[in-house]
């Protein structure tokens, strides 16, 4: 039997993100550290944030379970590597 991680963590919403940066200037570019693993911001990578999209979620019917009748607004933040140079993947 394989142990599970339990992960949980506190989803921000938007008062909280506009509350963290009400004071930076509007040029402050926003960095975005990825967990390697849940919960691991040790050895995170940094990214840039370069998009946001608004976005519906909705839950198809599985095979296991029926489509759920809620949906689910929400704003998608999109991030890329940080500016620099990196070697060309083949």
Request: aromatic share 10%.
């Amino acid at each position: 039997m394989t142990d599970v991680f339990d992960h949980t963590p506190q989803v921000w919403n938007a008062a909280q993100l506009r509350e963290a940066i009400k004071d930076l200037p509007d040029d402050t570019p926003i960095h975005i550290g990825v967990a390697e693993d849940p919960g691991d911001f040790g050895g995170y990578r940094e990214s840039v944030l370069v998009d946001a999209h608004h976005v519906e979620n909705w839950w198809p019917a599985t095979g296991t379970a029926p489509e759920r009748a809620e949906k689910e607004k929400a704003l998608t933040l999109f991030a890329d590597w940080t500016p620099g140079e990196y070697d060309l993947l083949d």
